[in-house]
């Protein structure tokens, strides 16, 4: 079996997740290119999860820091500056967890999506196969009903603003991002935070998305984000790739072959120091 050398990969990290000091992200403008750059991204760095995110792009390999005036959280200005900009698209997406996806990569999520023929009535299927909730539902015919509202605002719409709905609509806004019918593209000065993300529908928001994905069809689209999620991390198992993307282990399977029959991943490697074979870009073999 091929052997993958510890320092290489760290070092190929090293580059893609940004840690070098001199390359440290300064500006929201080099974020965005470092966004478009990996692809995909974590907003913040998730725990038992490797992927590039801007925190550590920014700050350093360091956790996140409690402390409002860190110099890292300059990063949470830079995303709700940028939130109406659509230079990305930001929402809970990979692992339900705030994601960061360049545009170049969002018609390759959305064709993996359960996004089909017509938003204004898909959802409507989804509910009667059970696939929606009724809270799901009823955020999302708010923002149908109304345009872009404030979390504040939405919760009132769809009739869930009574404290023990709280954790009903929160899960509601979980799902409706990560299945692509909903996007934070704002921030507003309400509730007693005076801070409330806006958020739109993800058809109405990005109107060339339905379009753009379309074509694509969903072996291809695995295989493309696969192949980005490979260029970042270098070297990966296959329970890692999976537990990020959720795929059907069958599918993730198929995936997998067709990278290894074109070359562009090498099975079967062997870190350095380490008996667990993973999949590795075949230029670092």
Known sequence: MPILAKQRLTDYRRDTFRLDP???????EEAVQFANERGFIFFWPIKGVMLPNLWTAVAGDRPVADEH????????????????????????ILRRRNSILS??????????????????????????????????????????????????????AARLASPENASRF????????????VLPTGVAEAGAWRYAFIYDLTHRYYPNLVEQAGPISEPAARQQLLTVYYRSLG?????????????????????FKVLFDHNILVDQVVLENSTVPVAALAELI
Do not use: C
């Open 103 to 156: 545009l170049d990569m969002l018609p390759f999520f959305y064709a993996l999506s359960p996004n089909y023929g017509d938003p204004d009535e898909d959802y409507l299927l989804q509910y009667e196969q059970g696939l929606m909730t009724q809270e799901s539902k009823l955020v999302y015919e708010a923002l149908l009903k109304e345009g872009p509202l404030d979390s504040i605002s939405l919760r009132r």
């Open 22 to 28: 001199a390359r440290r992200l300064r500006s929201k």
């Open 69 to 92: 005036d860190d110099p890292g959280h300059i990063t949470w200005g830079w995303k709700d500056n940028l939130l109406d900009k659509r230079v990305w698209y930001y929402a809970r």
């Open 170 to 181: 929160n899960r509601a806004l979980d799902s409706l991002q990560f299945e692509f019918k």
């Open 235 to 255: 070297a990966a198992s296959r329970q890692e790739a999976g537990n990020l993307f959720g795929w059907r282990p069958e599918d993730l399977e198929r995936t």
